[in-house]
């Protein structure tokens, strides 16, 4: 970033000046509290307690330097307008022109600030007790003077100078965050060219997946759409249609022969009229008894399904990808019959 443009962003805003007089202020406070403890305590007896010390010190301090604040502020801001500065190039001799050009602003605000000031002093700390003549030869004459305009000097350029470099930081790191910003929108935007062209010359058409994955199925907490992946295996109970996953059992509206037709047959497989298995949820099988095997399946609480032998065959070669399984609800029939 070259330039720096001068948006003037905290100088606009007044309630920044409140919070830098504030800021000084407490700090101040503070210093003196830990450095002059038995000083302090003094002056808060004098002023009557606490409470009568924060209103004396709002009144004679606070508020009427909070004028001095805003006048200062509103001529640095002026300043910039009346010279026309609008941006300056960021480079350390360039700031440290931009921030010399405003010594005179504030060298001269004690003039433009120091009657509004002490007519604000004056009005809040003598009210309603006001007297013409106390207020001229005390608030104004009386102020005009080297050794005011010295205690004022000081405090003056340190107030001036950091609102005009929070600014100006403020200004640099917009500017800096917006090209950033720009910067990130141009490379994508140059990857997405980039990529729009590639995929003109190497065109990659994207087949859809014939089998199904995903159903949404419900229980007593609610509706989940999950991948069929998940699950362990399909069942009927009571004519109702099942699919057991980790998250629980849920009702699902496909019977199991749309189920057979429309799932991957290389990972999931009818072994009874009443369930279908997936690959990755089967443990091992066993002969049992009477011809039968029982087939348990991997999942937390444990599950054994009850197979006849004659669908173990078909069972035994599917697990071993030697072929498909029949796909044919009627061929099913004749070899589940056994099994109820």
Known sequence: MKEIQLTR????KPTNSVLILLSIVLLIEALS?????????????????????????LRSLIVPELVTLF??????NHFHHWFKLKNISNDWRSIGNYELQFLPVLLIAFWVFNPITQTIRYLLVFFPNYSISGYWEKYIVET??????????FPILLIGYIALNISLLQDYLKQRREALE??????????????????????????????LSYLKGKNSLGELDFP?????YFTIEERFYYAELAKGRYLISKTLNDLEAELDPTQFFRIKRDYIVNRQAVLNYAYWENGKYIVRLNILEGHDIIVPRARMQEFREWLQNNQRPLSSTDSLEKTFTDSF
């Open 9 to 12: 962003g905290f100088l606009r």
């Open 33 to 57: 509290w830990s450095i002059g403890y038995d000083i302090k305590a003094h002056k808060v007896q004098e002023a009557g307690g606490y409470w009568h010390y924060v209103s004396l010190l």
């Open 71 to 76: 006048i200062t502020v509103t001529l640095i």
């Open 144 to 153: 005009f003077r080297w050794n005011v305009y010295f205690t004022y000097l």
């Open 182 to 211: 720009a910067a990130e929108a141009e490379a994508a935007k140059v990857a997405q060219e980039a990529l729009a062209l590639s995929a003109t010359f190497s065109p990659k058409p994207i087949v859809p997946s014939p089998y």
């Open 228 to 232: 069929v992946n998940d699950v362990y």
